[in-house]
């Protein structure tokens, strides 16, 4: 199993739906992220949580939570990466199934 998977599987839901929100906010990767994860708990703007209640969450901002907020953001963004490449490849090929089969002479 990738790290990525894995750093999702034993997430709180709760902190996945934080990294994603924070992600929304700022399309920025990791450490710019890690910032605005932090001014988001600051100000209790997702679901009101401040740093005490992202904590029981999972979702730890001292020295010693970075490294795995680090892994559950990089987990988040490559599963947003992965989507991506799957919705323009559903696009791509229903554009090519539209299309009039060449005529063959």
Same mark, same amino acid.
């Given at each position: 199993? !990738?790290?990525?998977?894995? &750093? ?8 996945? !739906? ?7 906010? #700022?399309? %920025? ?6 910032? @605005?994860?932090?001014? %988001? ?5 997702? #679901? ?8 029981? #969450? ?7 939570? /970075? ?5 559950? *953001? *990089? *987990? %988040?963004? @490559?599963?947003?990466?992965? &989507?991506?490449? %799957?919705? &323009? !490849?559903?696009? /791509? ?7 009039? $089969?060449? $005529?063959? *002479?």
């Amino acid at each position: 199993m !990738e790290p990525c998977a894995r &750093a999702l599987d034993g997430a709180d839901p709760d902190a996945v !739906e934080f990294v994603r929100f924070c992600r929304a906010r #700022r399309r %920025v990767g990791w450490p710019e992220l890690y910032d @605005e994860m932090w001014a %988001v708990a600051s100000r209790g703007l997702f #679901r009101g949580y401040g740093f005490s209640e992202l904590e029981e #969450r999972g979702i730890g901002f001292s020295l010693f939570g /970075t490294r795995d907020l680090a892994a559950l *953001a *990089a *987990a %988040v963004i @490559e599963e947003e990466r992965a &989507a991506r490449v %799957v919705e &323009a !490849e559903r696009r /791509t090929a229903g554009r090519v199934a539209a299309q009039p $089969a060449a $005529a063959v *002479a």
